[in-house]
């Protein structure tokens, strides 16, 4: 299995990238190799510093990057030779079995809709959040920004990828899909939102359990949320700026402490023809370790087949 990681992606990059990139190395088994793609004349002292050899990673040199400021389509088009560039293209010709990046999402999201495209039948590929769930465990909400307008039949197949991701990669038997809404009640919430749970309620590909609001997204009622883009990127900026100012007040709580994204690393762009992971822009070197992690088990669960399979 080979990961690629863009270590030129990212705030701190990239020191954090390839110190994640060592922390998961000593962690992954020997059948998984890294690929670090980026300036080679950076990466190497860095490995040399943290006292790993550098031959026990695979090294693409490219000086180029699609910076986070930049159109990213322009810049995917115009800079054929940067990392996220280079990255989708071993990911397309098979060299690679997931990459992940932390650098501009937009160019990722470019990367993912014209160089490995949509699994077909998947109207629009999305990313997801975890949700600590206050009895323990973890719930998924999608999407959290890809789509910011979506229609009924985007959102019921939100529903689809969800209940898959949340089956194979967490082991959830039989997730429970819930529709973000006002109220619980079938007629409430905008028109989208009717017509959504028009098309769900009878549906034989995932356990829909009706509207759940807001309150009900950290416990148990749902394993997955459904919403558009624009709602669930609110919820996931809300979370995150509860958790800061909860640690900026100097709280101490093990329930609070789950919210930290450096957990978790990352989240798959479900509904594409290949397994890529987006982290976040701010992300330290447990982040990047977490996200070659997360995209080890992704490969392992075949998730990208599974879909595949799901809309054939």
């Given at each position: 299995?080979?990961?690629?990681?863009?270590?030129?992606?990212?705030?701190?990059?990239?020191?954090?990238?390839v110190?994640?990139?060592?922390?998961?190395?000593?962690?992954?088994?020997?059948?998984?190799?890294?690929?670090?793609?980026?300036?080679?004349?950076?990466?190497?002292?860095?490995?040399?510093?943290?006292?790993?050899?550098?031959?026990?990673?695979?090294?693409?040199?490219?000086t180029?990057?699609?910076?986070?400021?930049?159109?990213?389509?322009?810049?995917?088009?115009?800079k054929?030779?940067?990392?996220?560039?280079?990255?989708f293209?071993?990911?397309?010709?098979?060299?690679?079995?997931?990459?992940?990046?932390?650098?501009?999402?937009?160019?990722?999201?470019?990367?993912?809709?014209f160089?490995?495209?949509?699994?077909?039948?998947?109207?629009?590929p999305?990313?997801?959040?975890?949700?600590?769930?206050?009895?323990?465990?973890?719930g998924?909400?999608?999407?959290?920004?890809?789509?910011?307008?979506?229609?009924?039949?985007?959102?019921?197949q939100?529903?689809?990828?969800?209940?898959?991701?949340?089956?194979?990669?967490?082991?959830?038997?039989?997730?429970?899909?819930?529709?973000?809404?006002?109220?619980?009640?079938?007629?409430?919430?905008?028109?989208?939102s009717?017509?959504?749970?028009?098309?769900?309620?009878?549906s034989?590909?995932f356990?829909?359990?009706?509207?759940?609001?807001?309150?009900?997204?950290?416990?148990?009622?749902?394993?997955?949320?459904?919403?558009?883009?624009?709602?669930?990127?609110?919820?996931?900026?809300?979370?995150e700026?509860?958790?800061?100012?909860?640690?900026?007040?100097?709280?101490?709580?093990?329930?609070?402490?789950?919210?930290?994204?450096?957990?978790?690393?990352?989240?798959?762009?479900?509904?594409?023809?290949?397994?890529?992971?987006?982290?976040?822009?701010?992300?330290?070197?447990?982040?990047?370790?977490?996200?070659?992690?997360?995209?080890?088990?992704?490969?392992?669960?075949?998730?990208?087949?599974?879909i595949?399979?799901?809309?054939?």
């Amino acid at each position: 299995m080979n990961i690629g990681i863009d270590v030129m992606g990212g705030d701190f990059a990239p020191d954090a990238a390839v110190s994640g990139a060592v922390l998961a190395f000593k962690e992954l088994p020997k059948s998984v190799r890294i690929v670090l793609i980026g300036d080679k004349e950076q990466i190497t002292p860095i490995l040399m510093k943290k006292g790993v050899d550098p031959a026990d990673f695979d090294i693409v040199h490219s000086t180029e990057v699609i910076g986070m400021g930049e159109h990213p389509t322009k810049a995917y088009s115009q800079k054929p030779n940067s990392t996220i560039s280079l990255g989708f293209k071993m990911l397309k010709d098979g060299k690679l079995d997931a990459f992940a990046s932390c650098g501009n999402t937009g160019a990722m999201l470019v990367g993912c809709m014209f160089t490995i495209k949509s699994i077909q039948g998947v109207i629009r590929p999305c990313i997801t959040s975890l949700l600590p769930k206050f009895k323990g465990g973890f719930g998924i909400i999608l999407d959290v920004g890809t789509n910011a307008d979506c229609k009924p039949d985007v959102l019921y197949q939100f529903g689809v990828l969800g209940s898959l991701y949340t089956k194979y990669v967490y082991g959830i038997e039989n997730p429970k899909v819930g529709l973000l809404n006002i109220g619980e009640e079938a007629e409430k919430g905008n028109l989208v939102s009717q017509a959504t749970h028009t098309l769900m309620k009878d549906s034989k590909d995932f356990n829909f359990i009706g509207n759940i609001e807001g309150r009900d997204i950290f416990n148990d009622r749902a394993d997955v949320i459904v919403c558009d883009g624009f709602t669930g990127n609110v919820v996931l900026k809300e979370a995150e700026g509860f958790y800061y100012m909860i640690k900026k007040r100097g709280i101490k709580d093990e329930y609070f402490d789950r919210f930290n994204y450096e957990n978790y690393g990352g989240t798959p762009v479900l509904g594409v023809n290949a397994n890529v992971i987006i982290g976040h822009g701010i992300s330290n070197e447990i982040a990047f370790k977490n996200m070659v992690l997360l995209s080890k088990n992704i490969t392992e669960a075949k998730l990208a087949e599974k879909i595949k399979q799901a809309f054939t």
